[in-house]
């Protein structure tokens, strides 16, 4: 897969020289809609403030490694990422002076994968959904102009959102609840897991962020010792991710597609959490939200 071309985006400081004491890991698929904005040049900006304040911030998403890359860029952050719902955690190559498990080599990163190969992922996806008689259509079936029409979205966002690694966006034919349930669970006998999403479900191992984050955590922990964890998530019940943390920014999602997060809102709830972090002003606060954009 082709890497995105490196533009203004800063080179990754290593770990041992710059040793963030402060990791924040946030849930973007509610935040990051539309990175050609010119909010995104304001939110950069507010960001690049966590550097003095010697954080770090993680994305954690269900977009790609292309599109991801390309969203970095933007915000300009130099730090890891994971893609694809935890398919993989993408890592700048020496940000850390420890040894990277499970790494390969990815375009002057490293990737530690914990998804299916894409081609697996979408070869028993369709085997599945033939064999119930369920007629569905991926993203491997349309074309980049089908993609962006379907998922409103610019021509090249739709074309990095197809360049798909570990998991398959698909949509039912007829969407009725039986026909979702049966291919759900015939999935899981596959070892594959079904998501529900809109416009479209995906298929793919699973696994979630949180495989992620654990990983992140560790090398953080190995590589600087002392951590405090923040993460930014949405308000589901039962969040894995924040049973990982020790503290959190809920963001409301309650009509995910229809409504997102204000992007400059997101930034400078981080910003603003980091610092009273190092000002010790939010012990007694673990958990602090920013509002929706409407």
Known sequence: MPSIAPGRYRQPVSVATSGPSIVVFSDVDGVLRAPHMPAFTTAAAALRQLAGDNAALVLCSGKTRAELEFVQQKLDIPHPFICENGGAVIIPSGYFDV?????????????????????????????????????????????????ARDCRLPLLDARLAKLREYEEPFRLIDPGL???????KALDAAKLRGREGRPFDRAGAPVDCTVGVNLLVSLYRRSRGDLTTVAVTHTTPGDNLL????????????????????????????????KRLRQGRTASVPMVSIRQSR
């Open 99 to 147: 040894e990277v498990p499970n790494a390969r080599a990815v375009a002057g990163r490293q990737a530690v994968e914990f998804g299916r190969a894409y081609a697996d992922v979408v070869d028993i996806l369709h085997r599945t959904a033939d064999r119930l008689r369920i007629e569905i259509v991926g993203f491997s079936d349309m074309s980049i102009e089908e993609v």
């Open 178 to 184: 039986v026909a979702r349930a049966r291919l759900f």
């Open 243 to 274: 049973r990982l943390v020790d503290y959190a920014i809920m963001a409301a999602d309650d009509n995910p597609g229809e409504e997102s997060i204000n992007v400059v809102d997101w930034a400078e709830a981080i910003v603003d959490r980091v």
